[in-house]
């Protein structure tokens, strides 16, 4: 069986869960299957991976028609493929057009989904009209839709009710207990300008509006003043989101001491030293289909303080291996607080908690690092992955 796996992102060119998604997924399957990765960005060495830049002709159109100009090229070099696998709407544009033209099947795994992030149009413009109409196309017509949490399923037939739910199939995220564990490397996390004899919160994530930073600094504001937090955020969506936060973590500063603010990719050993230092990590997302990065915090025994929205509370267990904060939604796409000042305070008080009993946060976190390494191993996802494609490559094409 030759899978070729469709992706914008794949290493080194790496900036979100669905990129190290597809990494993990591939080496996973790559035991015994032929898997070809097909990708955006610059050539790769790696064998069996090709990348694919815009046509020249589009490299100064909108970010989205530039996108479908490098899936074509994508689909049309899956011919001898028995089976399409297309990973968020960059790429399922790939996909659709290589199954229909090649009359193979298409598999399209959901990592996020647009009409759930509609702030988009604020970096994309008309361009996000299109990156709609692809994933709403691609995923409706597609042989198999995966859902990395089971929120993500209810978000996925919610926004798509022509989607047939005998199609859409939960296989959660993972994380690799080898590559992802505990560092206790004091000198090192100095080194990152982080005090480890001080409590610590830790976030990371892009600045984006579905990551709620803004609301993480606003509640930094009321946390003890002995407490650090340490943001590991960078590549912002927009202008006006990176401006939101400057200005918040200015103000912050004015008023307390232990803001660290680091804008850079950190490598594995930097980051997970750092969590394994963090008193607690913190996840103030308002959308988020799973988390992976809460799977690295907890393989690295940090607790988690998460949103109590999609898939987060699938992964961190409320009181055992975390404290997941509630939050009431405007059901209007953009996952707004229907309180900000509410859900501010709540995340606060949650994270008060946990900095305030150190015993029970490291027992939390020992809790995290088993449930991570038990449930959530890339070698059982990689085998309900290969299920799935035998199954739909048995079924009768519709």
């Known amino acids: 069986m030759r899978v070729d796996v469709l992706t914008r992102e794949y290493p080194p060119e790496v900036y979100g869960g669905a990129g190290v998604h597809v990494a993990e997924l591939v080496r996973a399957l790559r035991t015994d299957l032929d898997v070809v990765v097909r990708c955006f960005g610059a050539p790769r060495s790696e064998a069996g991976t090709v990348a694919y830049a815009a046509p020249a002709e589009l490299a100064d159109a909108n970010a989205a028609l530039a996108t479908m100009g490098t899936d074509l090229l994508m689909a049309r070099d899956a011919i001898g493929a028995d089976l399409v696998h297309s990973h968020t709407w960059y790429a399922n ?6 199954s229909q033209l090649h009359g193979i099947p298409h598999i399209a795994t959901a990592h996020s989904l647009e009409p759930l992030r509609p702030w988009k149009a604020e970096q ?3 361009g996000y009209r299109l990156s709609s109409w692809i994933e709403r196309d691609a995923l409706v017509g597609a042989d198999a839709v995966v859902a990395v949490s089971d929120g993500m399923r209810r978000d996925l037939l919610r926004a798509y009710p022509d989607l047939d739910p005998a199609r859409v199939e939960v296989v959660y995220n993972g994380i690799d207990p080898e590559d992802w564990q505990p560092v206790d490397d004091p000198d090192l996390v100095r080194s990152l300008g982080v005090d480890p004899d001080r409590p610590s919160v830790v976030f990371v994530g892009r600045i984006t509006r579905q990551k709620g930073l803004p609301y993480l600094l606003r509640a930094a504001a009321l946390l003890d003043p002995a407490v650090q937090l340490v ?25 307390r001491d232990g803001v660290v603010w680091i804008d850079r990719h950190l490598p594995r050993r930097e980051l997970s030293a750092l969590l394994t230092s963090a008193t607690t990590f913190v996840c103030p997302s308002i959308y988020e289909p799973l988390g992976i990065v809460n799977l690295e915090a907890m393989a690295c025994g940090a607790p988690v303080v998460g949103t109590g929205t999609g898939g987060i509370p699938e992964v961190v267990l409320d009181g055992v291996t975390g404290v997941i904060v509630p939050i009431e939604q405007l059901q209007d796409g953009t996952g707004t607080p229907l309180d900000p000042d509410r859900f501010v305070a709540d995340l606060a008080e949650a994270i008060s908690q946990v900095v305030a009993d150190p015993e029970r946060a490291r027992a939390m976190g020992a809790a995290g690092r088993t449930r991570a390494v038990r449930d959530f191993s890339w070698t059982t996802i990689g085998e309900r992955t290969r299920d799935l494609y035998e199954r739909v490559l048995a079924a009768p094409r519709r």
């Open 231 to 255: 943001l590991c955020a960078g590549a912002a969506d927009t202008p006006e989101i990176l401006a939101e936060v400057e200005g918040l973590v200015a103000g912050l500063r004015e008023h």
């Open 124 to 126: 994309l413009g008309g």
């Open 93 to 98: 544009f790939a996909g659709r057009v290589a």
